[in-house]
């Protein structure tokens, strides 16, 4: 049996940072841990646990980017009102990087940066 786990954030304020999913999104804490000597904040998001992780004792790393890249690309999250979510995540100091025109479905789609350059898709789907 195969089943998905979790999707893993790294930044500098793991508390800060699952603070923020809380307040925007509504996430909720699920448990708080070490992971090799790293502070891991583990949410719930729309029924998709998130760890996020604090650099472990001597960690250096670089900088994350939320700019279109090979590998983990984004993260997305769905909503029946978008406006008002972007207008939100704008005041809680999220960045709009890109907000393409509707597709011919009518879904729509706007991409963020989050805390610790994470990249989000807000999308409005299509009416079904």
Same mark, same amino acid.
């Given at each position: 049996m195969l089943?998905?786990?979790h999707v893993h954030i790294?930044?500098?304020d793991p508390k800060k940072t699952a603070q923020?999913?809380?307040?925007?999104f509504g996430a909720r804490t699920i448990?708080?841990?070490?992971?090799?000597?790293?502070?891991t904040i583990?949410?719930?998001? %729309?029924? !998709?646990?998130?760890?996020i992780t604090g650099l472990a004792p001597g960690q250096k790393l670089p900088?994350?980017?939320?700019?279109?890249?090979?590998?983990?690309?984004?993260? %997305?999250?769905?909503?029946?009102?978008?406006?008002?979510?972007v207008a939100k995540l704008k005041a809680r100091?999220?960045? !709009?990087l890109d907000a393409?025109?509707?597709?011919?479905?009518?879904?729509?789609?706007?991409?963020?940066?989050?805390?610790?350059?994470?990249r989000i898709e807000v999308l409005k789907p299509a009416r079904r």
């Amino acid at each position: 049996m195969l089943k998905f786990n979790h999707v893993h954030i790294k930044g500098p304020d793991p508390k800060k940072t699952a603070q923020w999913y809380i307040d925007v999104f509504g996430a909720r804490t699920i448990e708080e841990f070490l992971i090799r000597g790293a502070p891991t904040i583990a949410i719930d998001l %729309c029924g !998709v646990r998130i760890n996020i992780t604090g650099l472990a004792p001597g960690q250096k790393l670089p900088s994350g980017s939320a700019k279109p890249h090979l590998g983990l690309e984004h993260i %997305c999250v769905e909503t029946d009102d978008l406006e008002p979510l972007v207008a939100k995540l704008k005041a809680r100091g999220a960045e !709009v990087l890109d907000a393409p025109p509707p597709a011919a479905s009518g879904a729509q789609a706007v991409f963020i940066r989050a805390p610790d350059n994470v990249r989000i898709e807000v999308l409005k789907p299509a009416r079904r």
